[in-house]
């Protein structure tokens, strides 16, 4: 090895001299054209590539790091970078473009701010799934370097892991932070849109009479009084999982036993009556909250309420031996029990808010006390199956001697 000019070896490159503090000096490839290792007073040697373009402009290309990056991946990437400038292109330009390009996480973010805040009630789930699935495989990676399989890959392995429901709704997502991105002008294709959804089984699951004392045993066994509560009224209420979590004192009206939802799901505000039972148990909350709580369910979270009750609901299943049962299956318990108890359809729909374009005149024109019969019904026949007295012992969650 003489001068500046080599064959670049292991040996060689390993043998180079350190230069003096602050000072850099480039060594040059005699087999790769405009291959170059620079190296630095702290003993840092970098692969580029120099080369002037067609028009004039000499242009450096950073490759990687040796030893990190091997001499003959250097060779290779030089070789590509040589076969692009001979075309007309300008590689450092690209490399600096993609530089700038916007990461998957930069753009979920742009997401949230420009879109799911502004438009969607249950931003917050999209959130949560970014960050319980999306964020250590996509979160760091430029858009251009993100295909269709690295997608499909991750919602498969959702899928195998026993959530195909999760898998399509995180699907959703992605399409549609793809989609705003389309809209937006910074990306021209949409990745998620041609895989395929699991199929989905219908949601039809709710709690069967033999089922109901075990449920409110386990229930009974939650050491947290704030997620034992969020279940019951869940259960008691038929409202969403989302409005039960937000739900404020200055919405309940005890007296009158109404709950004034101010927005659903729906886009409209909802009355839920409130059965004699959780007048009682809100009653109770009430006398235990501080005096200036705006949530019934606070928490220290951002939101100020909470926000992720799915650890409670585990332990609940595992202490009731339940374990096909969703969150949402408390809504549809409620509805079921309605119908068991010769609920019309068009009660229930008032009842649980239902949006249906064939039916909202007719649920337009209830007033609330068939509701409430209704509801209060279907309560007393759930808590009988689960040997409970109706009354305010069944806050407290005590069977029947």
């Not at 490839?29 to 000499?58: E, H, M, P, W, Y």
């Not at 729906?266 to 009430?286: C, F, H, W």
């Not at 650890?311 to 809504?331: F, N, T």
């Not at 239902?354 to 759930?382: E, F, G, W």
Request: no cysteine; hydrophobic share 40%; aromatic share 6%.
């Amino acid at each position: 090895m003489s001068g500046n000019t080599f064959n670049f070896t292991k040996a060689n490159l390993d043998a180079l001299p350190i230069p003096a503090t602050g000072e850099r000096v480039v060594f040059h490839d005699a087999k790769a054209k405009g291959l170059q290792v620079r190296v630095t007073s702290a003993g840092v040697k970098t692969f580029s590539v120099r080369r002037r373009i067609k028009g004039g402009a000499v242009e450096r290309v950073t490759l990687g790091r040796y030893p990190e990056m091997s001499i003959e991946h250097a060779r290779r990437q030089a070789a590509e970078i040589n076969a692009a400038i001979e075309g007309g292109a300008n590689p450092a330009e690209a490399k600096r473009a993609h530089k700038g390009e916007l990461t998957f996480g930069e753009l979920f973010q742009q997401y949230m701010e420009r879109h799911a805040k502004v438009r969607k009630r249950t931003w917050s789930e999209d959130e949560q799934r970014y960050k319980q699935y999306l964020e250590q495989p996509l979160g760091k990676k430029k858009l251009s370097t993100i295909d269709r399989q690295a997608i499909a890959t991750i919602h498969a392995n959702i899928t195998r892991a026993g959530h195909p429901a999760v898998a399509n709704r995180l699907l959703a997502v992605v399409s549609s932070v793809y989609g705003r991105a389309i809209e937006w002008g910074l990306i021209a294709s949409n990745p998620a849109r041609s895989i395929r959804r699991n199929k989905e089984n219908s949601r039809d699951r709710f709690l069967q009479s033999d089922e109901l004392p075990r449920f409110f045993d386990a229930v009974a066994g939650e050491p947290n009084p704030t997620i034992r509560d969020f279940f019951l009224l869940s259960l008691l209420t038929g409202a969403r999982r989302s409005n039960v979590l937000a739900m404020r004192w200055q919405d309940l009206n005890l007296t009158e036993s109404i709950w004034r939802i101010p927005e659903t799901k729906n886009g409209t505000p909802q009355n839920v009556t409130l059965s004699p039972v959780a007048v009682t148990l809100l009653a109770e909350r009430k006398v235990a909250a501080e005096d200036s709580a705006v949530y019934v369910f606070p928490s220290h979270g951002k939101t100020g309420h909470l926000m992720e009750p799915r650890k409670g609901w585990v332990r609940i299943l595992e202490r009731a031996g339940l374990d096909d049962l969703r969150i949402h299956g408390l809504r549809r318990t409620l509805g079921s029990w309605q119908a068991k108890t010769g609920a019309s359809l068009a009660i229930i729909g008032k009842s649980l808010n239902h949006k249906n374009t064939q039916t909202t005149a007719i649920y337009a024109r209830l007033d609330l006390d068939p509701v409430r019969q209704s509801v209060n019904t279907a309560t007393t026949a759930m808590l009988n199956a689960a040997g409970r007295r109706g009354t305010a012992d069944v806050v407290k969650l005590k069977k029947i001697a």
